[in-house]
């Protein structure tokens, strides 16, 4: 596609539920990379792929969190058990390689948590 | 420690320039990047510059760098309604590939 999609673009959900995010980078792009937003912050890194493999997973917050890209595509990231405190913009991004390339943003999923 | 801090607020009346700074505490920054999110958008980059550059100009946009203070600045000439938005600063490291934002500066143009 012409840029990084990402669905869904709002997510409302009860406390205790799992939510699923999904991440469409740049077709061709290497790398992919998740971030967190709160309100009235900047972005936090989360995770990071090169292809399928999950390269760094050293910014979620906790074992709720979960990533994967199984093809070197798509990913999704996994919230279990969602809390009060997860509510936030969470965003993906992709890039042509690594290493200070350029990264391109999707236009993030808000989340809801009740 | 990795600390990217912006002033949270700019007013300034279209036509005017603006002025955005942006303070990092990393030297071993190589890449600097603005950040520009409007609402229901992703973050668009708007420009770059390498850390052995002291300025860089693309047309509205001129941006400084100050390695010895750490700071950075983005000027923004000839203000519209239209550059309206949140304005990030992001630092990454050399060999690395995480960036690190800044708080964000909400830059407001008055009519």
């Known amino acids: 596609g012409a840029g990084v999609s990402q669905s869904p673009r709002y997510k409302v959900t009860k406390r205790g539920q799992d939510v699923a995010l999904r991440c469409d980078p740049i077709?061709?792009?290497?790398?992919l990379y998740w971030y967190r937003q709160a309100l009235g912050q900047g972005p936090e890194f989360l995770t990071y792929?090169?292809?399928?493999?999950?390269?760094?997973k050293s910014g979620l917050p906790n074992d709720r969190f979960s990533a994967e890209r199984p093809e070197g595509s798509i990913s999704t990231l996994t919230i279990q058990r969602t809390e009060q405190r997860d509510s936030a913009m969470y965003r993906c991004a992709s890039s042509l390689v690594n290493l200070g390339n350029e990264q391109f943003f999707g236009p993030g999923t808000r989340l809801t948590v009740l | 420690g990795e600390d990217v801090e912006q002033s949270l607020f700019l007013s300034v009346r279209e036509g005017d320039s603006s002025v955005i700074n942006c303070t990092y505490t990393?030297?071993?920054?190589?890449?600097l990047y603005w950040y520009k999110q409007e609402p229901g958008a992703g973050l668009q980059l708007l420009t770059y510059i390498f850390s052995n550059m002291d300025m860089k100009q693309d047309q509205r946009l001129t941006v400084l760098l100050n390695k010895k203070d750490k700071h950075l600045s983005l000027r923004i000439a000839d203000t519209q309604t239209g550059d309206s938005a949140i304005y990030f600063c992001?630092?990454?490291?050399?060999?690395?590939?995480?960036?690190?934002f800044g708080t964000g500066t909400r830059l407001k143009v008055l009519a």
């Open positions: 990393d030297s071993s920054s190589t890449y």
């Open positions: 992001a630092e990454i490291a050399s060999g690395t590939y995480k960036y690190i």
């Open positions: 792929f090169n292809y399928e493999a999950q390269q760094d």
């Open positions: 077709s061709g792009h290497v790398s």
